[in-house]
């Protein structure tokens, strides 16, 4: 079982500070997540990873199966060691993107056929084969294979979903308890809870998921375009039916605000692609909101992106010279752009936390949330 610490609770909200212990480290939460789907964090090296505090990274099944293939992997001792990462690593289970990216797919009972998006070669992946494949990867934490329900969904489509999604849950861990790691540290298993918007059928999925005993729990098929305060909603409903000793996962989610929000009402673990596809458009997070950095107001600004900020971006360049950057097409831009963003959004996990164990999550939130409002409303001008 992994082990995962709940260290502080916030007394006014279900917001809580913790730990868990892997084989390649500690991971102290709420985390945030860089996502390297594909074997690396867009346009950021593994060493700045490390020098922004990153304490683990995603991989994604679907991708790292196919390009450079499991075989590839296992010939250098799994991911860490193929990509030179000592930290935590998590694999998503490929289920969402087997859905958003084969150009053909067959769900049945037994499992998911799909046409690669690469080479039009056909692939079946059952829960079992996802497992195996997960643990060719080697990752520290794996997740089963899932269904994420489309948005909007009629009711009997999901109700028919999450029981197809409940069913792999338990095959994944069937094959996960009867096979091994194949490299030399353990490995955990997290259920993914589905159900839609539907807060009957996401109480089905959770208390379904908590009876078989997961390592730790995802909240999947939410940030899939419903309003936030529908996120939120079942975000609230669902950590209430999930155990308190256990990891808490909100995938796929998302702007600082979603964040201050989700840890309010008990996540402890976050991904998102935002701070480095946002990195890569010009955007810049800042703890007054988002800027565009390509925006003229920027030609003489000496200051750097974000006040305060410790990373290597703003410690040593101005608003002016990443603003240069991205308008001549500069590689450099995309990169400092990205490795602020990231080091944005661990920082914020890094900020939270203090706040959780000191006692002042919901001052350290409200103030947050205004600011991060500020520079909208200024920018929009
Ligand atoms: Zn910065």
């Not at 909200?13 to 074997?39: E, L, S, Y």
């Not at 792999?168 to 490299?183: D, G, I």
């Not at 996540?267 to 480095?276: G, Q, S």
């Amino acid at each position: 079982m992994l082990e995962f610490k709940v260290i502080n609770r916030d007394t006014r909200t279900k917001a809580r500070a913790g730990f868990m212990q892997t084989d390649h480290g500690t991971i102290k939460t709420p985390v945030f997540m860089p996502v390297g789907t594909r074997g690396s964090v867009k346009a950021v090296e593994q060493r700045e990873l490390l020098e922004m505090n990153a304490q683990i990274i995603l991989g994604n099944t679907y991708h790292l199966f196919q390009r450079p293939g499991v075989d590839a992997l296992q010939k250098f001792g799994g991911m860490h060691s193929f990509i030179s990462w000592p930290r935590p690593i998590l694999t998503d289970s490929g289920g969402f993107q087997i859905l958003s990216l084969s150009d053909l797919r067959k769900l049945s009972p037994d499992g998911v056929e799909f046409r690669s998006h690469l080479d039009g070669a056909t692939y079946f992946f059952t829960p079992e084969k996802t497992i195996e494949v997960e643990r060719q990867i080697g990752a520290d934490i794996i997740m089963v294979l899932d269904e994420c329900a489309p948005y909007p969904a009629e009711k009997e489509y999901v109700s028919k979903s999450i029981e197809l999604t409940h069913n792999w849950a338990m095959r994944c861990k069937e094959r996960f308890e009867t096979s091994q790691p194949l490299y030399n540290y353990n490995q955990y298993l997290f259920g993914i809870v589905q159900g839609g918007m539907y807060l009957d059928m996401r109480e089905r999925s959770a208390k379904e998921l908590v009876a078989a005993d997961f390592d730790g729990y995802a909240i999947g098929g939410l940030a899939v375009g419903e309003p936030a305060e529908e996120m939120y909603n079942v975000t609230d409903f669902v950590t209430a039916i999930l155990p308190e000793e256990k990891p808490r996962y909100l995938m796929g989610v998302g702007t600082p605000e979603n964040l201050l929000e989700a840890i309010e009402r008990g996540i402890d673990m976050f991904d998102c692609v935002m701070p480095t596809r946002n990195g890569r458009n010009a955007q810049v997070f800042t703890t007054e909101g988002t800027i565009n950095i390509k925006n003229a107001v920027y030609k003489f600004e000496e200051s750097p992106l974000c006040a305060n900020c410790d990373c290597y971006t703003c410690k040593n360049f101005s608003k002016a010279y990443l603003r240069h950057l991205f308008n001549v097409d500069e590689i450099l831009g995309l990169q400092l752009a990205s490795l602020h963003n990231l080091r944005f959004f661990i920082n914020l996990m890094e900020q939270t936390r203090l706040a959780i164990t000191e006692g002042r999550f919901v001052e350290f939130k409200s103030e947050n949330l205004t600011r991060l409002k500020n520079k909208k409303i200024m920018e929009e001008f």
